[in-house]
């Protein structure tokens, strides 16, 4: 159980920071809870507050973050420890476009380096981006899973969109429930 805990994280839908902390103090903070090595922890945390636009914000207090600056830096907090699994509860939420684009380009970049992202969305779009294998479900149950292919393929559905996919199986399921 240990050793899980230090390969992953969890980003839930609901970002809970530390309001009186700065951005620079929270990933100080969060990152010895990892046993994260000082030096490298301020540099990935530099890092992450550039790449996430917060940089200019590094020494504000959170208490006065709107929902996508604390949704942005609940994810650098997620991320300072580089787990190797990344469990992601709509990561996008309370973000605006240029936000979203850059939280879709780190985690590319975290799967292109070995990372694994498991992520719940409603917005189909970036399932079908950025997903490797989909999992659907309705009613409290996975009613399909597989790359979207796969999906396209078990409703004989073509070229048919993640959204088209996911109403059509919905559908079937809610008419079988």
Request: a negative charge; aromatic letters at 4%; hydrophobic letters at 45%.
């Amino acid at each position: 159980p240990i050793e899980a805990k230090r390969i992953a994280a969890w980003l839930p839908d609901e970002p809970m920071l530390y309001d009186k902390l700065d951005p620079l103090e929270y990933l100080e903070f969060v990152a010895g809870l990892w046993s994260v090595e000082a030096r490298g922890a301020k540099r990935l945390a530099e890092d992450l507050l550039e790449g996430l636009g917060l940089w200019p914000h590094r020494r504000d207090r959170c208490e006065g973050f709107s929902r996508g600056m604390r949704q942005k830096l609940a994810l650098a907090g997620a991320l300072i420890h580089e787990p190797r699994l990344l469990m992601l509860d709509e990561p996008l939420t309370g973000l605006d476009a240029a936000a979203a684009r850059q939280v879709k380009d780190i985690l590319t970049d975290r799967v292109r380096a070995g990372a694994t992202i498991i992520m719940t969305t409603h917005i189909l779009e970036v399932a079908e981006r950025l997903a490797d294998r989909i999992g659907i479900i309705a009613h409290g149950r996975m009613i399909a899973e597989g790359t979207l292919d796969e999906l396209r393929a078990s409703i004989g559905a073509g070229e048919a969109t993640l959204e088209t996919l996911f109403l059509d199986l919905t559908s079937q399921a809610g008419r079988a429930a």
